[in-house]
């Protein structure tokens, strides 16, 4: 009951809004009273807070076992990172997805800091393996850092609004590319990629196109 709760009050938030949707209007879609979410939750932000909640565990334990591996290359550990955090956001209903990331201003401080802890861990074990390439040699020590650790993941979340399974690029593919494009931006121009260990088959002809799109965007 408790997972079909989160499930459906997710659903609701992301498609009426937080503020317009009320606990009957959850219950509704339940098919079951009000009363029974008390057995489960103290309220309506509560609810909202286990959502959160369950897609930041969700995305800390994809990729947090990087954070103390200092003997990985850091190129193979950015890869592994954005797949692993790229194929769970992909698999993931659009609704937690975006939730995640546009809901914090609706917790409580207190359920607010738990989560932003949470993130942290997923933060900080992004800019480790940035930085560890950086000290390597591998990553230019001309990007910031941090803000690039911003970005790598809003790119990720906001892949599972575009993405359509109907598009001529499989997740992997997909994926490849993505890996591709950040590798490019970041990498030390001395040690640029030859076509030896350039993957081939994530090149320009095969960008992202219209045809990956939802197919009401």
């Not at 459906?8 to 009320?22: C, D, V």
């Not at 591996?69 to 659009?94: A, S």
Request: with cysteine; hydrophobic share 35%; aromatic share 8%.
């Amino acid at each position: 009951m408790k997972s079909l709760i989160l499930e459906k009050a997710g659903l609701l938030f992301w498609q009426k809004g937080y503020n317009n949707t009320s606990m009957k209007d959850i219950a509704n879609a339940c098919e079951c009273k009000p009363a029974n979410f008390y057995n489960y939750f103290s309220g309506k932000e509560d609810i909202l807070y286990e959502v959160v909640k369950g897609i930041t565990v969700k995305n800390v334990s994809a990729v947090g076992h990087l954070a103390e591996d200092e003997e990985t290359d850091p190129i193979e550990q950015l890869r592994v990172f954005i797949k692993n955090h790229f194929d769970l956001h992909i698999h993931l209903e659009q609704t937690s997805a975006m939730l995640s990331d546009t809901s914090m201003r609706h917790l409580s401080q207190e359920h607010r800091e738990e989560i932003v802890k949470m993130r942290d861990v997923y933060q900080n074990t992004l800019l480790k393996i940035i930085q560890r390439g950086q000290e390597a040699g591998l990553f230019s020590r001309n990007i910031d850092e941090r803000v690039i650790s911003y970005y790598i993941p809003s790119m990720i979340i906001r892949s599972s609004i575009w993405y359509s399974s109907k598009g001529r690029l499989s997740i992997e593919e997909l994926s490849e590319v993505l890996i591709d494009f950040v590798l490019n931006g970041i990498r030390n121009a001395d040690r640029a990629p030859t076509p030896d260990n350039v993957n081939a088959d994530a090149g320009a002809d095969t960008a992202p196109t219209p045809d990956n799109y939802a197919a009401d965007n």
